[in-house]
């Protein structure tokens, strides 16, 4: 099996991706400093795929501790989540994102050369698009000035993988997954108060909220409030079984390559609220508020290169990601 490198492999998207590359046959080698997850994941985990994933505690910004890796496991490939991933955050502290984001980012790709591995999977974001001038978003549209340190960071990330060709990259542009696993064993573990709008959602429903506050209704938009493209987190992590075996496999492509991942569906805060209340037969408590500094008015994605090139399509609907959600949310109320 064809060991592969997974950072942040203990987080939301990252736990869905480990057990879509244990299905898929390969040997995900998890690398976590445990910073916005708990080792409660690996169970989940090893449950869904039947064996535990090989796990590491350690940090991207620790040159050693990455060698260690390296020299124990014979790794071919890296998928990089291991990132601080909250857009208001990162305004109030942008050091905090540039250290991590970026350092961890440098030192990861400094270990990769120095043992000869080329492959690399970039976790990268649609916030890359800023408040981009027309819907939907395609590859080729321009990067605008980033409107968060945040969104800095996956820019700043993505140029530092295209300047340097001896990385083999694919580059996945995430718009917002959502959703758990169907089996309810893994799904969103924010600590503390979550920063994305599905948690935040069914930890409302649940009474572990007083309310959801929904940051602005006054946006240029049919409901008031910002539009997104959500997709199932299920979806995205069987992307980066597709971007390994594109780059293990494709006979015509460059060192940098890059793909929207998303539904190409434009869904507004109002409407998710709305159907999560539809599929799930319960209220979500909610209030209106200021917007928030360094959120977009409206961005949604044109996916089909991701299907043209990897192969890869979201199949799952807005209905599945939102049963999904409240069902993991259930559990971990029931635990």
Not at 156 to 161: A, K, S
Not at 164 to 172: A, G
Not at 262 to 290: C, D, M, Q, W, Y
Not at 302 to 323: C, F, H, V
């Amino acid at each position: 099996m064809q060991h592969v490198l997974v950072t942040g492999g203990m987080g939301f998207i990252g736990s869905h991706t480990v057990v879509c590359l244990m299905e898929a046959g390969f040997e995900p080698v998890i690398f976590d400093n445990l910073c916005n997850s708990d080792t409660k994941v690996l169970e989940g985990i090893a449950r869904i795929a039947g064996r535990s994933p090989i796990f590491i505690q350690g940090d991207v910004t620790d040159s050693a501790q990455l060698d260690s890796v390296f020299e124990a496991y014979p790794i071919r490939s890296a998928i990089h989540f291991a990132a601080l991933k909250a857009v208001g955050e990162s305004v109030s502290q942008p050091l905090r994102y540039y250290r991590n984001n970026i350092g961890g980012l440098l030192e990861l790709l400094a270990a990769m050369q120095r043992h000869s591995v080329q492959n690399i999977v970039f976790s990268s974001s649609a916030t890359v698009y800023g408040e981009a001038e027309k819907m939907p978003v395609t590859e080729d549209t321009p990067l605008p000035p980033a409107l968060s340190p945040y969104g800095s960071t996956k820019q700043m990330g993505e140029r530092i993988l295209q300047d340097d060709p001896y990385f083999q990259t694919v580059c996945l542009r995430y718009f917002n997954p959502i959703g758990a696993h169907p089996s309810g064993l893994i799904g969103e573990l924010p600590l503390g108060i979550p920063n994305n709008l599905a948690p935040y959602v069914t930890q409302a429903a649940a009474g572990l909220r007083e309310a959801l506050t929904v940051f602005g209704d006054d946006y240029p938009t049919p409901d008031g409030t910002a539009v997104r493209d959500y997709l199932h987190v299920m979806d995205l992590a069987e992307a980066h079984v597709a971007a390994l075996r594109f780059l293990d496999e494709a006979t015509e492509r460059s060192a940098f390559e890059v793909f929207n991942l998303g539904t190409g569906r434009a869904v507004s805060v109002k409407e998710l609220l709305h159907a999560f209340e539809r599929v799930n037969g319960i209220p979500v408590p909610h209030r209106i508020g200021a917007r928030r500094q360094g959120d977009v008015t409206e961005l949604w994605a044109n996916p089909s290169l991701a299907e043209q090139r990897l192969g890869w399509k979201a199949e799952r609907s807005l209905d599945d990601m939102l049963r999904d959600a409240w069902n993991w949310q259930l559990r971990l109320v029931n635990q």
